[in-house]
């Protein structure tokens, strides 16, 4: 009787598992996938309250960005950190303009740029990430353009750094 029953069980698991994909998790490289995968993207932020202000949006291309990683795609998520930079960004530049913005990434940069130093405000650590980030974004355009993990992590953990340094620059707005 016990037999039959494990059988039966047994032919429902199996045929349950046959329709369901399953993907390994790649946790080598810098970061601590599990960790990541469990927690999300606030052990990434110096500031805990950073995570709290940033948009939905924003919060959901990081977190994407650490699946594909998790999963062996950095291209994909090159990709997906630079438009969650790109996100920060056009909210930076909301505020210093006080319009939304819907400018493309080199001009929504050039825009926050002109707009920092009309107002003086100090932006050295953000400019650099910026310029960092025009190159990476030049050469993510092309398609032929394939990112290692170790890059497409750097480019992430740069990403989380640029957000913050934006959010530091809203908080003198």
Not at 99 to 125: A, F, H, I, M, Y
Request: one cysteine or more.
């Amino acid at each position: 009787m016990l037999l039959e029953h494990i059988s039966r069980i047994e032919s429902v698991l199996t045929k349950e598992l046959e329709n369901k994909i399953y993907l390994e998790v790649d946790a080598s490289g810098i970061l601590n996938y599990p960790e990541l995968l469990e927690n999300g993207i606030s052990n990434l932020f110096s500031k805990k309250q950073v995570v709290k202000k940033l948009p939905r949006i924003i919060k959901n291309d990081l977190n994407e960005a650490i699946r594909t990683l998790a999963c062996n795609a950095p291209t994909a998520s090159v990709m997906v950190s630079l438009r969650a930079v790109e996100a920060a960004l056009r909210e930076l530049c909301k505020k210093l303009t006080g319009k939304e913005c819907r400018l493309g990434w080199k001009n929504t940069l050039d825009k926050v740029e002109k707009e920092l130093k009309k107002r003086n405000l100090e932006s050295k650590n953000l400019e650099g990430y910026l310029d960092h980030f025009r190159i990476v974004r030049n050469e993510a355009d092309h398609p032929e353009r394939v990112f290692i993990k170790n890059e497409a992590e750097r480019i992430l953990v740069n990403s989380v750094y640029a957000i913050e340094e934006i959010y530091k620059i809203t908080q003198r707005i």
